[in-house]
């Protein structure tokens, strides 16, 4: 081989290299793309989850609020039952015996019964009895 082929041999070589190199080089960039492409769908989706997360968040503390509010509601409605019934056991007696006036009862039936002083007993069949 005399050195005209040689230097021919390494300049298609060389060229050969330069070749393979220019295409690593264009396939790198390719998926360097795609990967830059890749992190920014990424991105995006991590993005929109936090932003759901950041509702329920929101929402969960709303839910929290409005069950406090809640529990506060039913406190109340169980003192106002709680007194209601306090009241009914006053007033019990008296109910107790106006219904005993309308049946016919008499002044000691009514202070037996109920547990009525005489003066109460006779305001209760003054106030309810005689009604026919």
């Not at 050969?16 to 264009?26: E, F, G, R, S, T």
């Not at 039952?81 to 000691?108: H, I, K």
Request: hydrophobic share 40%.
């Amino acid at each position: 081989m005399d050195e005209r082929s040689l230097l021919l041999l390494s300049g298609l070589l060389l060229g050969v290299v330069v070749v393979a190199l220019v295409a690593v080089l264009l396939a790198q960039r390719r998926l360097a793309k795609q990967q830059m492409q890749q992190e920014s769908r990424l991105d995006g989706r991590i993005g929109k989850l936090s932003q759901q997360l950041t509702e329920y968040q929101q929402s969960n503390i709303r839910m929290g609020e409005e069950l406090i509010a809640l529990r506060e509601k039913i406190n109340q409605l169980e003192h106002k039952q709680q007194r209601l019934e306090q009241q009914d056991v006053q007033t019990m007696p008296y109910n107790q015996a106006s219904r005993l006036v309308n049946m016919g009862a008499s002044l000691d039936d009514l202070m037996q019964a109920c547990g009525l002083s005489r003066s109460e007993a006779e305001l209760m069949l003054k106030l309810h009895g005689n009604k026919g």
